[in-house]
C-alpha cells in the first residue's frame, strides 16, 4: 500500500521508509523464485489457521522470545481480536494476489527499504528485490531472525529511519553509568523477627526503610528498593554515600537496630528503576564483610576521596565471593 501510494502520488510522499517489504507473495519464475510456490503457501495457511488464537504466530514473527509465555499470550490475543479464523483466511488469500512489482519503478521519492538478515518469516530477496528496482533506493541489512520490528534490536532500525528521515543521528543514551552504591544491612534481623512477632518486625522494618528513603533523599542519592532486613541505594559522589550510611547507622539505634553498610564506585546497568553490574555485586559482598555498626568501602571509593577529609582505616585485603582478585577494604571512622 505505501509503495502504491508513493507511486499514484508523488506530489503527497516526501519519503519512503519500507521494513521486510513483500511485494509479491508468491513464486514467480520472472526473478521472483525465493517465494513459496501457490501449494506451499496454502499449505503453511491451513497449519496457521489450525492453531489461530494460541499465540503461535509468535514462532513466525518473533522467533528468538516465542518461548516467552506472556509474548505468547499477546500474540493469542492479538489473533483473537483482530479476526475470526475464517475472516483470516480470506485477508491471507488476498495477500497472496498482491503483485506491486510493476510499481516500483515509478516511485520518485527517497526510498530506505530495511530487512533483518536471518527473518524467519519474509526472506530477506524480498527486500534486496525492492531496493534494487526503486531508483536511487537505499538498503540497509539488519542482523536478527525477527520479523517484528518491536522485537529484537530495534533501536537500530529506529536509528537509520532517523537519520533517513532527519540526516542526523541521536546520541546514544547508554544504559550504563557510574555510581556509588550503598547497601545497608540490618544485623540479625531474624533473631529480631523471632523476639518480635510479624507484625511488630514489620512495623519496626516500616520505620527503619522511612528513615533510610529520608537520609537518602536528604544526601541527594536515589532510593533503589528495600531488601527486607537492608536496603539499596545509589549516589553519584561516594561522600554522600558514606554520610548516608553513616547517620543511618547512628539513627537505627534509636529503634534498637543496629547495621552494616558497604560501598563500591563503578559502572552500574540501569534496569528500569533498579540497577545491576558488578559494581552492585561488589558492594554486596563489601557489605557482607562488615561488621555491627561498621560502613567498610572498596578502595575504588577510598581513591575518589582523597581530598574530602573523611578517614578511613585500612582493613586488609579481601577474597570477595564470585569476584576476581584480591580487593582492599577500608573501615570510615567514626
Not at 483466511?89 to 510493476?102: E, F, M, P, S, T
Not at 519496626?204 to 528498593?225: N, P, Q, T
Not at 559522589?237 to 547512628?250: E, K, L, Q
Not at 553498610?261 to 562488615?290: K, M
Given at each position: 500500500?505505501?509503495a502504491m501510494f508513493a507511486a499514484t502520488h508523488p506530489a503527497m510522499v516526501r ?97 530506505l527499504v530495511l530487512h533483518r538478515t536471518e527473518d524467519d518469516l519474509f526472506d ?211
Amino acid at each position: 500500500m505505501a509503495a502504491m501510494f508513493a507511486a499514484t502520488h508523488p506530489a503527497m510522499v516526501r519519503a519512503l521508509a519500507l521494513y521486510a517489504p513483500m511485494v509479491c507473495a508468491v513464486r514467480s519464475d520472472d526473478g521472483y523464485e525465493w517465494q513459496d510456490t501457490p501449494a506451499v503457501r496454502d499449505a503453511r495457511t491451513r497449519e496457521m489457521l489450525a492453531q489461530w488464537g494460541s499465540g503461535a504466530l509468535a514462532d513466525r514473527f518473533a522467533p528468538s522470545r516465542a518461548d516467552d509465555p506472556e509474548l505468547r499470550r499477546w500474540f493469542g490475543r492479538l489473533e483473537r481480536f483482530s479476526a475470526a479464523p475464517s475472516s483470516a483466511a480470506r485477508h491471507i488469500d488476498l495477500v497472496g494476489k498482491i503483485d506491486v512489482r510493476g510499481v516500483l519503478p515509478s516511485i520518485q521519492c527517497p526510498t530506505l527499504v530495511l530487512h533483518r538478515t536471518e527473518d524467519d518469516l519474509f526472506d530477506v530477496r524480498n527486500a534486496r528485490y525492492v531496493a534494487e528496482h526503486v531508483p536511487n533506493a537505499q538498503f540497509r541489512e539488519l542482523p536478527g531472525r525477527d520479523n517484528l520490528l518491536a522485537i529484537g534490536d530495534a533501536e537500530t532500525a529506529l536509528a537509520e529511519i532517523e537519520q533517513f528521515l532527519t540526516g542526523t543521528r541521536r546520541p546514544v543514551v547508554s544504559d550504563r553509568v557510574l555510581a556509588t552504591v550503598l547497601f545497608t544491612d540490618i544485623v540479625d534481623s531474624t533473631g529480631h523477627a523471632a523476639r518480635l512477632g510479624d507484625r511488630s518486625w514489620r512495623e519496626l522494618l516500616e520505620r527503619h526503610d522511612g528513615l533510610m528513603r529520608a537520609e537518602v533523599e536528604r544526601h541527594r542519592g536515589r532510593m533503589v528498593k528495600t531488601l527486607g532486613d537492608g536496603a539499596l541505594a545509589v549516589f553519584d559522589a561516594p561522600s554522600r554515600a558514606i554520610g548516608t550510611a553513616v547517620t543511618v547507622r547512628d539513627r537505627v539505634h534509636e529503634l534498637g537496630l543496629q547495621v552494616r553498610a558497604g560501598l563500591h564506585t563503578g559502572e552500574c546497568e540501569l534496569v528500569g528503576d533498579d540497577v545491576g553490574g558488578l559494581a552492585v555485586h561488589i558492594s554486596a559482598r563489601v557489605t557482607g564483610e562488615a561488621g555491627p555498626d561498621e560502613v567498610l568501602v572498596s578502595s575504588t571509593v577510598r581513591d575518589l576521596l582523597v581530598g574530602s577529609g573523611i578517614g578511613l582505616q585500612e582493613r586488609g585485603e579481601r577474597e570477595l565471593r564470585g569476584v576476581p582478585g584480591a580487593w582492599r577494604i577500608y573501615a570510615v571512622d567514626g
